[in-house]
């Protein structure tokens, strides 16, 4: 299904986000007939730009990331337009008045605007205010839909403040907070896979599942976003957001309906069965790292603090694992470790579900255990692995898996997380961005961690290219149980 005909004011065009993610997205989206072709995007910063060297700069980031040439690319740019606007300043967003009349009259859109805020987090209170102080906000003519990239706040008192900020401009049927991993395919497979297979509903709660554990592991360190990172941390930049949706994927019940509001209902209730932790909790239940300096083959990799935007005191944590649970009925006594890092062994996002073991030892070598490897990326898949007997004399047992890749599907072309998501919020479908009550229960459970940590958390070094602090192995150790080690 298209897109219906609508405007898209970026604010932030001449950042990152814009030039990497959201015009290349708008790009594929266009090329793959998804757009309208009475589609336009206004981009909107503080630096002067005609609409033409908006457009030249759009072109050289789309050749660079998406290798576009031709036609296809000339008539793209063609939709594309720029305003100057000093963003914090209301009585300077008078100057969008004109320029949106005249798209939505050029391209015939009955008024529908998009804005999506690429701006620091600072302006995510301001922009709503301003838009409203010319009526920018309201829905006489067309709807009106805003999309806040992440951070969503600080802390939970951030958070809630700026939900009033932005409620008192906008509803929140208007608002689409963004969060990239709800548009990744893999993960939304994971509902796909628990709700469409009566092969695994009934296994899928404390009766056969021993514990979880997720992993977004990175290789990378925080390569240019140094200043905006030691803000941060591994906490706010993965955990509070990515991982605990990912958490909510893996973990909520099941939806009457696929729709905004019954899928977000379950996400929100199971955030909200998070089992709180107390600092008493918390010193034997979560392991903080930061990347060291180290010598990585030939190459010597810098550590944490020698990156650029960062103190050379920092404790900013680049590594958190933690154990939690969830206080109900279907979960009730399985741990669910969770734990991301930077300069880590791998790039990998996966969830694992480990599977009790058979009640009684029948053959006297150990079974393997029974797992099943959901890989978000890369390598998008699913790995059953189980335990099968070795040809020969005896009962010995070997592990085997039964493979799935996303890359066997021949044909299916998968649309990247910010075209999916950009394309549902033209379309007006919320069900893949985060409601207010699931962003507030995600930063009800991390509030008390992030005061732990500034009350004097430790946070431990770890080499580059490792799997984080030896201190987060012992983390699982104290159960009996070893972190996956993926490829
Ligand atoms: C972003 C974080 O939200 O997600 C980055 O700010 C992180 O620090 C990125 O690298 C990871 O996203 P992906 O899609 O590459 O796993």
Redesign the pocket.
């Given at each position: 299904m298209k897109a219906e005909n609508n405007c898209i004011v970026i604010f932030g065009a001449s950042g990152d986000l814009t030039h990497r993610k959201l015009i290349p997205a708008l790009y594929n989206l266009y090329k793959i007939g998804r757009l309208s072709e009475n589609f336009s995007v206004l981009g909107v910063a503080r630096t002067e730009l005609s609409n033409e060297e908006f457009r030249e700069k759009m072109r050289s980031a789309l050749i660079e990331h998406e290798k576009a040439d031709g036609d296809e690319l000339n008539n793209f740019c063609s939709h594309l337009y720029y305003q100057a606007v000093n963003t914090s300043d209301a009585a300077d967003y008078v100057k969008l008045i004109p320029r949106l009349d005249e798209l939505h009259d050029k391209y015939k859109t009955c008024g529908n605007t998009l804005y999506y805020l690429s701006t620091p987090p600072s302006l995510y209170g301001v922009i709503p205010e301003c838009l409203a102080a010319h009526g920018l906000n309201t829905e006489e003519f067309g709807w009106k839909r805003i999309i806040v990239e992440?951070p969503f706040g600080y802390d939970m008192k951030t958070a809630k403040e700026l939900d009033v900020q932005i409620h008192r401009f906008f509803d929140e049927h208007q608002i689409y907070r963004i969060d990239?991993?709800l548009g990744k395919e893999t993960v939304q497979n994971l509902l796909v896979l628990r709700f469409s297979n009566g092969l695994f509903e009934p296994l899928w709660n404390r009766n056969y599942i021993d514990y979880i554990e997720i992993t977004?592991a990175?290789e990378l360190g925080v390569e240019q976003?140094g200043g905006y990172?030691d803000g941060s941390g591994a906490m706010r930049?993965?955990f509070q957001n990515?991982l605990l949706q990912v958490l909510a994927m893996v973990a909520m019940e099941p939806p009457a309906i696929i729709n905004a509001d019954s899928m977000r209902d379950e996400v929100a209730k199971v955030l909200y069965c998070l089992h709180p932790l107390e600092p008493n909790d918390l010193q034997h239940n979560l392991v903080l790292g930061q990347y060291a300096a180290t010598q990585l083959n030939d190459e010597r990799v810098k550590g944490y603090l020698e990156e650029k935007g960062v103190p050379p005191d920092s404790n900013t944590e680049t590594y958190m694992a933690l154990r939690c649970k969830i206080d109900n009925w279907r979960w009730a006594g399985v741990p669910f470790y969770v734990r991301t890092g930077k300069r880590l062994a791998a790039r990998v996002?996966e969830v694992v579900i480990h599977f009790k073991k058979t009640p009684h030892p029948v053959f006297s070598q150990e079974a393997p255990e029974n797992k099943l490897i959901l890989r978000i990326?890369p390598d998008e898949g699913i790995s059953m692995r189980f335990g099968l007997k070795k040809p020969g004399a005896g009962f010995e047992a070997k592990e085997v898996s039964m493979d799935f890749r996303y890359s066997d599907l021949n044909g299916a072309s998968l649309l990247t997380?910010y075209e999916r998501l950009l394309l549902d919020a033209m379309k007006g479908d919320a069900t893949l961005f985060a409601r207010t009550d699931a962003v507030h229960a995600c930063w009800k459970f991390v509030q008390p961690i992030l005061d732990y940590k500034a009350n004097g958390g430790r946070v431990y070094e770890y080499e580059a290219g490792s799997w984080g602090p030896v201190e987060a192995d012992k983390l699982i150790a104290q159960h009996g149980r070893v972190w996956r080690k993926p490829s």
């Open positions: 992440k990239h991993y977004g990175e976003r990172y930049d993965m990515h996002t990326q997380a």
